[in-house]
């Protein structure tokens, strides 16, 4: 019997047919009881229109990866090169007044390279840390899935602990750490992909996609967006980021909803093998609660859900075995188009 | 309540108890159905045994608690603990058929809530709180049944099945009023505290002046130290009645203030007599009025009896037919020559019968007559003994020789006896009438003013006349006058201004549970209805009614339960479902995964003309349902606005 | 999990009981016209009648989420786990959950606090090898006093899967592939002899993977070695001859738990069906379920 190679499908695969759905979920749930609670919807607003701006016809996912950021989850942006997705990470970064670092993964990069090393210095006559480029408040980490799953893991666990450690001590790292890793879409060759339990780390998967034609002509007629990039001022600092971080947490989520976001993740378990992990509940939630708080408001609606309900879902329900031939983002809006609201 | 069951009875239903508790642990239980059966027939035979009997109200009691204490060694189930309860609730009835008594009423009705507090508790399970908490669900529950309680005891008809059984026992050998007065027959009650009645007096408010004789039952036979009444009294001849044309003459009526009205509530004592104040002119229904002014109930009385009688303290016969007279002044052969000769020497002296009474009240007042109650023993012949001798006496010694005294002197002469005095309780407002308040008395006839009330124990102990007899012997104790009865502390307590007033108390609620509860009867019942205007057209009816009503009732109860059941969120939800289904019949219709923001403003733009209603509703029902706070008030400006959404749009 | 509008309340076995007690004082107070008698008969009816609604309330609010039920073999337990949710403020007492049919098992709840959860598992037996569904499941209770009953059905959409019975004399059949001169089962998967590679499968040891391959810019393989790669079997439906389907199904199934207890790679092929050969618990799972779905 001959062996079928293309029988292991590789989990997260994105199936480049997708197609919007035709259902209008509407993702701007605003104006409805527009009442700024905690007043930092200005802030957020003066923030997500400055990134905009450098960002031309990318709203939603700008909204997103804000959003991401306020929920204090890691963003992973799945697209080609050359869409924007240095910028987007550079220009969030500036906006607030971040240390930010770039770090490019390759094959051979080791976990040392990007956590750090302890190096004997002669001089002391001691080991001395040297922080690696992981150190810093956004970190972006271009083709993360070009890497070995050694250095994989060691971000990844990094990002879940937010601290390192090595030879028995642990370091810190800075408040806030946000990580936008990139990701080529998997078809190309020489690839590690993210396996499902390391994707469940990043609260987000969204993708830019190339500008509608309006929008890219303003870009091509506009500066140049380096120099952009190093007009950006900070929106607010790094104290009030960390104030409406917590503020996120404060959104109230009624049980109606909890019902609701319940009945999501139920719906997930019984129609796919792997269903929506409670730690995908509560990004879910997480998520929802800082969209909510960007529109204005003090409580979370389904549609706060629905809104980041595909950037949250797609990658965690991407990788079902049984039905293989969709891709996550379209059982993610399957999801959203048949659990009723109750 | 067990008095009247064999002692063995309740006693075998404690130790079933105990052996539950040491057998349940162990898993131990009564399995074989032999064994029961042999167990059962056994109880059945110590039944038989100890009542002779296995008929009646005491060995069907025993017989259930038997049964009972069986069931608690057998039982296992939820089922039997439930049968056990309801077998409990029965045994709770059987509790009434011994005794009506207001203790023990509160002390069957306290069992009842309590076996409610034991099924919560069983249908509790191991929910935490063992005890307070099924307490205070039980209390829930009885307040919430207390109206309903209300309203059925007022207004379920009262059916008469017509199989009558009588359960009550006779009762009449715990009441010791006698119907025949020897020596010592009223001095044996003097310590019995059992309530005999209660009076209350309608017109006033306060006690009326003056003695208290309750006139019980007029004795024409004499036969020395000893007295009895009629076994069968004659009724006075309607024609001769008080009032009636050519009768006696008419006693001073209410109408100008004379007469005495009381309301009396008779505990049962399974005899014939019934009582009222000196002395009653009319008998109340049921009862006639005897010769000699007494009242004398037809049917036995064996459960509380409330009646209405009016009596007048200056009631007059102008003349003595001759049988009466010859009734009245008949005596015993056993007469001695030494009290032919004392009563001689008085009407010797003057030949008035005033002068005659007086002389022989005199006679007991300074001849060293005592009065006690343990004057020791009499015979019926021993009135010499009595009057010469030992010269101790108690109401009954003194009240028999002077009657005896008088006929044999020629004035007529009878014994009452009935109670004197009683408590006059301030918070109830009536007199309680103990058994111990049993007295006697005599009545003479004076030409002049007819049958004459002569008490003779007054004349030997002066100031028990205005007095119940408790307070009287106090005093008397206090003044060193009698011995004491009982030790210090326990007269110190009863003499305690709180003692008192907590009896006193307990008194007043006791009566209001006779009269009030005890007293509500199917008559009564028929009465209120009647006065109410439902005016009873057969129980076929009245049953067809009250199931109609009933039914009605239960489906609005139900109707509304559903309602209520339904929680707020549910009501919330409901109304939007409500107000989608009138978008979707304009012409938007919301997805089921749709969310309320969204589909506000899709529906606006569907709907310009309705979108601002549409915007208010969804913005109302996202506050009510994702707002961490929401106000009732907005609830129901929710369902307002919802149905105002329909009326609109229909237009 | 859908639930019914109406929740019914009927009386109880022990409700004749109470009737029996009811006729019983109702005679004793008539016949007698005692009103004290009949004061018991009226607080036992109000307090019943009251109860009623205490006990319609006591499911009010009370709802029930189903887990997804773990698939089970034939012949033993499938176990179902329910969460009853209590989402008013006030506890409930003595609830009964059940599935509804007869013979089927049911648990009781003693109290749920309010706005908490409790987690039950029902256990019945799987008869039938297929797709089942759950069916209605029923919430009652008799709280507080035990003579009516309120019952609350949850229809459940959700189906549980029986895989057959495993059951069978047969031996393994081994792969074609397979030397003659076979190794002792205790060394598969641990051979030598480098056979080649093959595409990397998430979850596998990172020991096998030929980074060598990866620098050179391939996907990511894994090595393959001698004894492993021979060693794989092939369950076939119509490869050998029992005469009950039922019973063919249940060999598979046995063949299927034993190659996977051995970690040696399995493929199944039934009529209609194919699946290559693999291992692994979502392997496992998916040739029992074709076997379980099986026509």
């Given at each position: 019997?001959?062996?079928?190679?293309?029988?292991?499908?590789?989990?997260?695969?994105?199936?480049?047919?997708?197609?919007?759905?035709?259902?209008?979920?509407?993702?701007?749930?605003?104006?409805?009881?527009?009442?700024?609670?905690?007043?930092?919807?200005?802030?957020?607003?003066?923030?997500?229109?400055?990134?905009?701006?450098?960002?031309?016809?990318?709203?939603?996912?700008?909204?997103?990866?804000?959003?991401?950021?306020?929920?204090?989850?890691?963003?992973?942006?799945?697209?080609?090169?050359?869409?924007?997705?240095?910028?987007?990470?550079?220009?969030?970064?500036?906006?607030?007044?971040?240390?930010?670092?770039?770090?490019?993964?390759?094959?051979?990069?080791?976990?040392?390279?990007?956590?750090?090393?302890?190096?004997?210095?002669?001089?002391?006559?001691?080991?001395?840390?040297?922080?690696?480029?992981?150190?810093?408040?956004?970190?972006?980490?271009?083709?993360?899935?070009?890497?070995?799953?050694?250095?994989?893991?060691?971000?990844?666990?990094?990002?879940?602990?937010?601290?390192?450690?090595?030879?028995?001590?642990?370091?810190?790292?800075?408040?806030?750490?946000?990580?936008?890793?990139?990701?080529?879409?998997?078809?190309?060759?020489?690839?590690?992909?993210?396996?499902?339990?390391?994707?469940?780390?990043?609260?987000?998967?969204?993708?830019?996609?190339?500008?509608?034609?309006?929008?890219?002509?303003?870009?091509?007629?506009?500066?140049?967006?380096?120099?952009?990039?190093?007009?950006?001022?900070?929106?607010?600092?790094?104290?009030?980021?960390?104030?409406?971080?917590?503020?996120?947490?404060?959104?109230?989520?009624?049980?109606?909803?909890?019902?609701?976001?319940?009945?999501?993740?139920?719906?997930?378990?019984?129609?796919?093998?792997?269903?929506?992990?409670?730690?995908?509940?509560?990004?879910?939630?997480?998520?929802?609660?800082?969209?909510?708080?960007?529109?204005?408001?003090?409580?979370?609606?389904?549609?706060?859900?629905?809104?980041?309900?595909?950037?949250?879902?797609?990658?965690?329900?991407?990788?079902?075995?049984?039905?293989?031939?969709?891709?996550?983002?379209?059982?993610?809006?399957?999801?959203?188009?048949?659990?009723?609201?109750? | 309540?067990?008095?009247?069951?064999a002692?063995w009875v309740p006693c075998l239903f404690l130790l079933a108890l105990a052996m539950k508790f040491w057998m349940e642990p162990k898993g131990y239980r009564l399995r074989f159905a032999t064994l029961k059966l042999i167990l059962a027939a056994v109880a059945l035979a110590g039944i038989f045994f100890s009542?002779?009997?296995l008929?009646?109200?005491?060995p069907g009691v025993s017989l259930l608690v038997v049964l009972m204490s069986l069931k608690i060694l057998e039982a296992h189930t939820a089922r039997e603990f439930q049968v056990m309860v309801m077998m409990a609730w029965v045994l709770?009835?059987c509790?009434?058929?011994?005794?009506?008594?207001?203790?023990?009423?509160?002390?069957?009705?306290?069992?009842?809530?309590?076996l409610?507090?034991a099924l919560?508790q069983f249908h509790r399970g191991s929910?935490?709180?063992s005890?307070?908490?099924?307490?205070?669900?039980?209390?829930?529950?009885?307040?919430?049944?207390?109206?309903?309680?209300?309203?059925?005891?007022?207004?379920?008809?009262?059916?008469?099945?017509?199989?009558?059984?009588?359960?009550?026992?006779?009762?009449?050998?715990?009441?010791?009023?006698?119907?025949?007065?020897?020596?010592?027959?009223?001095?044996?009650?003097?310590?019995?505290?059992?309530?005999?009645?209660?009076?209350?007096?309608?017109?006033?408010?306060?006690?009326?002046?003056?003695?208290?004789?309750?006139?019980?039952?007029?004795?024409?036979?004499?036969?020395?130290?000893?007295?009895?009444?009629?076994?069968?009294?004659?009724?006075?001849?309607?024609?001769?009645?008080?009032?009636?044309?050519?009768?006696?003459?008419?006693?001073?009526?209410?109408?100008?203030?004379?007469?005495?009205?009381?309301?009396?509530?008779?505990?049962?004592?399974?005899?014939?007599?019934?009582?009222?104040?000196?002395?009653?002119?009319?008998?109340?229904?049921?009862?006639?009025?005897?010769?000699?002014?007494?009242?004398?109930?037809?049917?036995?009385?064996?459960?509380?009896?409330?009646?209405?009688?009016?009596?007048?303290?200056?009631?007059?016969?102008?003349?003595?037919?001759?049988?009466?007279?010859?009734?009245?002044?008949?005596?015993?052969?056993?007469?001695?020559?030494?009290?032919?000769?004392?009563?001689?020497?008085?009407?010797?002296?003057?030949?008035?019968?005033?002068?005659?009474?007086?002389?022989?009240?005199?006679?007991?007042?300074?001849?060293?007559?005592?009065?006690?109650?343990?004057?020791?023993?009499?015979?019926?012949?021993?009135?010499?003994?009595?009057?010469?001798?030992?010269?101790?006496?108690?109401?009954?010694?003194?009240?028999?020789?002077?009657?005896?005294?008088?006929?044999?002197?020629?004035?007529?002469?009878?014994?009452?006896?009935?109670?004197?005095?009683?408590?006059?309780?301030?918070?109830?407002?009536?007199?309680?009438?103990?058994?111990?308040?049993?007295?006697?008395?005599?009545?003479?006839?004076?030409?002049?003013?007819?049958?004459?009330?002569?008490?003779?124990?007054?004349?030997?102990?002066?100031?028990?006349?205005?007095?119940?007899?408790?307070?009287?012997?106090?005093?008397?104790?206090?003044?060193?006058?009698?011995?004491?009865?009982?030790?210090?502390?326990?007269?110190?307590?009863?003499?305690?201004?709180?003692?008192?007033?907590?009896?006193?108390?307990?008194?007043?609620?006791?009566?209001?549970?006779?009269?009030?509860?005890?007293?509500?009867?199917?008559?009564?019942?028929?009465?209120?209805?009647?006065?109410?205007?439902?005016?009873?057209?057969?129980?076929?009816?009245?049953?067809?009614?009250?199931?109609?009503?009933?039914?009605?009732?239960?489906?609005?109860?139900?109707?509304?339960?559903?309602?209520?059941?339904?929680?707020?969120?549910?009501?919330?939800?409901?109304?939007?479902?409500?107000?989608?289904?009138?978008?979707?019949?304009?012409?938007?219709?919301?997805?089921?995964?749709?969310?309320?923001?969204?589909?506000?403003?899709?529906?606006?733009?569907?709907?310009?003309?309705?979108?601002?209603?549409?915007?208010?509703?969804?913005?109302?029902?996202?506050?009510?349902?994702?707002?961490?706070?929401?106000?009732?008030?907005?609830?129901?400006?929710?369902?307002?606005?919802?149905?105002?959404?329909?009326?609109?749009?229909?237009? | 999990?859908?639930?019914?509008?109406?929740?019914?309340?009927?009386?109880t076995a022990s409700f004749a009981g109470l009737?029996f007690v009811?006729?019983?004082?109702?005679?004793?107070?008539?016949?007698?016209?005692?009103?004290?008698?009949?004061?018991?008969?009226?607080?036992?009816?109000?307090?019943?009648?009251?109860?009623?609604?205490?006990?319609?309330?006591?499911?009010?609010?009370?709802?029930?989420?189903?887990?997804?039920?773990?698939?089970?073999?034939?012949?033993?337990?499938?176990?179902?786990?329910?969460?009853?949710?209590?989402?008013?403020?006030?506890?409930?007492?003595g609830?009964n959950?059940?599935?509804?049919?007869s013979g089927?098992e049911r648990k009781r709840?003693d109290?749920?606090?309010?706005?908490?959860?409790?987690?039950?598992?029902?256990?019945?037996?799987?008869?039938?090898?297929?797709?089942?569904?759950?069916?209605?499941?029923?919430?009652?209770?008799a709280?507080?006093l035990g003579f009516?009953?309120?019952?609350?059905?949850?229809?459940?959409?959700?189906?549980?899967?029986?895989?057959?019975?495993?059951?069978?004399?047969?031996?393994?059949?081994?792969?074609?592939?397979?030397?003659?001169?076979?190794?002792?089962?205790?060394?598969?998967?641990?051979?030598?002899?480098?056979?080649?590679?093959?595409?990397?499968?998430?979850?596998?040891?990172?020991?096998?993977?030929?980074?060598?391959?990866?620098?050179?810019?391939?996907?990511?393989?894994?090595?393959?070695?001698?004894?492993?790669?021979?060693?794989?079997?092939?369950?076939?439906?119509?490869?050998?001859?029992?005469?009950?389907?039922?019973?063919?199904?249940?060999?598979?199934?046995?063949?299927?738990?034993?190659?996977?207890?051995?970690?040696?790679?399995?493929?199944?092929?039934?009529?209609?069906?194919?699946?290559?050969?693999?291992?692994?618990?979502?392997?496992?799972?998916?040739?029992?379920?074709?076997?379980?779905?099986?026509?």
């Amino acid at each position: 019997m001959d062996r079928v190679c293309g029988w292991f499908s590789p989990p997260g695969i994105t199936d480049p047919g997708y197609n919007l759905s035709i259902f209008p979920i509407c993702l701007f749930a605003k104006g409805v009881v527009p009442t700024d609670h905690f007043g930092v919807t200005e802030h957020v607003d003066a923030f997500t229109k400055q990134i905009c701006e450098v960002i031309v016809g990318k709203n939603q996912a700008v909204k997103l990866a804000v959003a991401c950021l306020l929920a204090r989850g890691h963003l992973l942006i799945e697209d080609i090169p050359g869409v924007g997705k240095t910028t987007l990470s550079q220009a969030l970064a500036r906006s607030l007044a971040l240390a930010f670092q770039r770090i490019q993964f390759t094959s051979d990069l080791l976990p040392a390279d990007i956590l750090g090393n302890s190096i004997f210095d002669q001089g002391e006559q001691r080991f001395v840390f040297h922080s690696g480029p992981l150190f810093s408040q956004v970190v972006l980490i271009d083709e993360v899935n070009r890497a070995t799953a050694k250095t994989q893991s060691a971000l990844l666990e990094a990002m879940e602990e937010h601290h390192i450690s090595i030879d028995g001590v642990t370091y810190e790292l800075p408040e806030p750490f946000f990580v936008i890793a990139t990701q080529n879409p998997q078809h190309q060759v020489g690839t590690f992909p993210l396996p499902e339990s390391q994707l469940d780390r990043f609260l987000m998967r969204i993708e830019l996609g190339v500008p509608d034609r309006a929008s890219e002509r303003a870009m091509l007629l506009g500066m140049d967006r380096r120099e952009m990039l190093k007009e950006l001022k900070p929106v607010f600092s790094i104290r009030t980021l960390l104030e409406i971080q917590d503020n996120v947490r404060k959104v109230h989520a009624s049980s109606a909803l909890l019902d609701y976001l319940q009945d999501l993740l139920d719906a997930s378990r019984q129609r796919h093998s792997t269903g929506l992990s409670p730690r995908a509940g509560l990004a879910l939630l997480h998520a929802s609660e800082a969209w909510a708080l960007m529109n204005g408001r003090d409580m979370v609606l389904p549609e706060d859900i629905q809104a980041v309900g595909i950037a949250v879902m797609a990658h965690r329900l991407g990788h079902d075995i049984e039905q293989s031939g969709q891709s996550g983002r379209t059982l993610a809006d399957n999801l959203l188009h048949s659990v009723p609201v109750p | 309540m067990f008095g009247s069951l064999a002692t063995w009875v309740p006693c075998l239903f404690l130790l079933a108890l105990a052996m539950k508790f040491w057998m349940e642990p162990k898993g131990y239980r009564l399995r074989f159905a032999t064994l029961k059966l042999i167990l059962a027939a056994v109880a059945l035979a110590g039944i038989f045994f100890s009542y002779g009997s296995l008929k009646g109200v005491a060995p069907g009691v025993s017989l259930l608690v038997v049964l009972m204490s069986l069931k608690i060694l057998e039982a296992h189930t939820a089922r039997e603990f439930q049968v056990m309860v309801m077998m409990a609730w029965v045994l709770c009835l059987c509790g009434f058929f011994l005794s009506q008594d207001f203790a023990i009423a509160l002390c069957l009705l306290a069992a009842f809530a309590l076996l409610l507090v034991a099924l919560i508790q069983f249908h509790r399970g191991s929910s935490p709180g063992s005890f307070w908490s099924p307490l205070s669900a039980t209390c829930k529950l009885l307040a919430q049944a207390a109206p309903l309680v209300v309203l059925l005891f007022l207004l379920f008809p009262r059916i008469n099945t017509g199989f009558r059984f009588e359960i009550l026992d006779a009762r009449s050998a715990t009441s010791g009023f006698p119907g025949r007065l020897s020596p010592g027959s009223i001095a044996s009650l003097a310590n019995s505290s059992d309530i005999a009645f209660r009076a209350e007096f309608p017109d006033s408010r306060t006690r009326p002046p003056g003695a208290m004789y309750w006139r019980g039952i007029v004795m024409w036979h004499c036969e020395g130290m000893e007295w009895r009444g009629p076994y069968a009294p004659t009724p006075i001849p309607h024609s001769s009645r008080l009032g009636a044309p050519g009768g006696r003459a008419l006693p001073a009526q209410s109408s100008n203030g004379k007469a005495i009205r009381q309301r009396i509530t008779l505990a049962p004592h399974g005899a014939h007599w019934m009582f009222a104040l000196d002395r009653p002119f009319e008998a109340p229904p049921g009862a006639t009025l005897a010769n000699g002014n007494y009242l004398w109930s037809v049917p036995p009385i064996r459960k509380v009896r409330r009646y209405q009688v009016s009596s007048s303290p200056e009631i007059t016969e102008k003349e003595l037919q001759p049988h009466e007279r010859q009734a009245a002044l008949k005596l015993p052969a056993s007469i001695s020559p030494a009290v032919r000769d004392l009563a001689q020497s008085w009407t010797a002296q003057n030949s008035n019968p005033r002068a005659t009474v007086n002389n022989a009240l005199q006679f007991f007042r300074t001849n060293g007559f005592r009065y006690s109650l343990s004057p020791g023993e009499y015979k019926k012949n021993d009135l010499d003994e009595f009057l010469f001798h030992r010269r101790v006496g108690f109401c009954e010694h003194y009240a028999a020789s002077f009657a005896t005294l008088m006929r044999v002197a020629g004035i007529p002469a009878r014994v009452v006896v009935g109670y004197l005095g009683g408590e006059y309780n301030d918070l109830g407002r009536f007199f309680l009438v103990r058994q111990a308040d049993t007295h006697a008395w005599c009545e003479v006839w004076l030409p002049d003013s007819g049958w004459t009330r002569v008490d003779p124990t007054s004349a030997v102990a002066p100031g028990r006349a205005s007095l119940d007899l408790n307070s009287f012997l106090e005093r008397r104790t206090a003044s060193g006058e009698m011995e004491t009865r009982r030790s210090a502390f326990v007269t110190e307590l009863t003499r305690s201004a709180i003692f008192t007033n907590v009896r006193l108390a307990w008194e007043a609620v006791s009566y209001e549970w006779d009269t009030r509860l005890l007293g509500f009867d199917a008559d009564v019942q028929e009465a209120l209805l009647a006065s109410a205007g439902i005016a009873n057209r057969g129980s076929f009816f009245l049953i067809t009614e009250i199931l109609v009503v009933a039914a009605a009732l239960l489906v609005i109860y139900a109707g509304w339960m559903q309602l209520r059941t339904r929680s707020r969120s549910d009501r919330v939800k409901a109304l939007y479902e409500r107000f989608c289904r009138k978008a979707a019949h304009l012409g938007a219709r919301r997805d089921a995964w749709e969310g309320p923001s969204d589909f506000s403003r899709r529906a606006a733009q569907l709907l310009p003309k309705e979108s601002e209603r549409i915007r208010q509703i969804s913005n109302t029902y996202i506050a009510l349902r994702y707002s961490p706070k929401s106000a009732t008030i907005i609830l129901d400006r929710f369902a307002k606005e919802v149905s105002a959404f329909a009326a609109h749009s229909r237009r | 999990m859908k639930e019914r509008k109406f929740s019914f309340v009927y009386p109880t076995a022990s409700f004749a009981g109470l009737l029996f007690v009811l006729a019983v004082m109702w005679y004793a107070a008539s016949s007698q016209n005692s009103p004290a008698v009949y004061l018991l008969l009226f607080a036992l009816i109000a307090v019943f009648l009251v109860s009623i609604p205490h006990t319609l309330i006591n499911l009010a609010d009370v709802t029930i989420v189903l887990e997804s039920v773990k698939p089970a073999f034939a012949g033993q337990e499938v176990s179902l786990s329910v969460e009853v949710m209590n989402r008013s403020r006030a506890t409930r007492h003595g609830i009964n959950l059940a599935l509804a049919g007869s013979g089927r098992e049911r648990k009781r709840i003693d109290h749920i606090p309010g706005g908490k959860a409790a987690r039950v598992t029902l256990r019945f037996p799987a008869r039938q090898r297929g797709e089942h569904k759950i069916g209605t499941l029923c919430l009652t209770s008799a709280y507080p006093l035990g003579f009516v009953r309120v019952l609350k059905k949850f229809a459940a959409s959700q189906t549980y899967l029986v895989y057959p019975k495993p059951a069978g004399d047969l031996q393994l059949p081994l792969g074609r592939a397979r030397a003659p001169h076979s190794r002792p089962q205790a060394d598969i998967g641990e051979g030598d002899d480098f056979a080649g590679v093959r595409p990397y499968v998430t979850g596998e040891s990172q020991r096998h993977i030929d980074w060598k391959a990866v620098a050179r810019g391939q996907p990511l393989m894994t090595k393959q070695f001698a004894a492993e790669a021979e060693d794989f079997v092939r369950l076939d439906f119509s490869a050998f001859h029992l005469a009950d389907v039922e019973d063919r199904l249940s060999q598979l199934a046995l063949w299927v738990i034993e190659a996977e207890r051995t970690r040696r790679p399995y493929g199944l092929r039934l009529p209609g069906t194919e699946i290559l050969p693999a291992v692994g618990q979502s392997h496992f799972q998916q040739c029992l379920r074709a076997l379980s779905l099986f026509q």
